[in-house]
């Protein structure tokens, strides 16, 4: 973050962004990428002028790897639920991976809420965290050329447990409301 940046804070929900300093811009999208991309291009199209504008989009996320827990800024995003062969078939690039920081963690976003143990172990053979906003988020400001930071806190290990993730969402939230006020 440059100082003179203006900066939009997008989240999926309330719950993820209880801890949102009050004095910065909030984007709450809706749970799933067509929520989150639709919210994102909309809220960017009503900017008379982009300039110097920057997105941290926080969430929740699970981890698809045990050792995962704490924050993580994701730099890289894949859409996993896209069959990206196929269509790469066609003749077409489904641009299902974005590059949007400068770390390794990746994040496989996409529409399922994942408690599978078979569903983790296949995404986690690409991905080291899961979510269901975070590809849609950086498509869409990549979209309108305005850079995009993820910060996405480990609620649960996208199992079971997963399930439990509206008494989990508080820990997460406080964290990433810490983490926002020490980055700003």
């Not at 305005?146 to 439990?164: C, T």
């Not at 964290?175 to 980055?183: F, I, N, Y």
């Amino acid at each position: 973050m440059t100082g003179t940046a203006r900066v939009l804070v997008v989240a999926a929900t309330k719950a993820e962004a209880a801890y949102v300093p009050a004095d910065l811009p909030l984007l709450i999208t809706g749970i799933g990428k067509t929520a989150a991309a639709t919210a994102v291009a909309r809220a960017l199209a009503s900017y008379d002028d982009l300039e110097g504008l920057e997105i941290l989009n926080i969430g929740t996320a699970g981890a698809l790897h045990d050792h995962h827990e704490g924050l993580h800024e994701p730099g890289i995003v894949l859409n996993h639920d896209i069959n990206a062969d196929a269509i790469r078939a066609l003749g077409y690039d489904p641009h299902e991976r974005l590059r949007c920081g400068p770390g390794e963690v990746v994040l496989a976003t996409g529409d399922i809420f994942v408690t599978d143990p078979v569903v983790r172990s296949r995404l986690a053979l690409q991905a080291d965290l899961v979510d269901m906003e975070g590809y849609a988020v950086v498509y869409a400001a990549q979209q309108f050329g305005v850079p995009v930071r993820l910060a996405k806190h480990v609620s649960d290990n996208a199992d079971e447990r997963a399930m439990d993730w509206p008494t989990l969402v508080d820990r997460s939230a406080r964290a990433l409301g810490e983490w926002l006020a020490a980055a700003l």
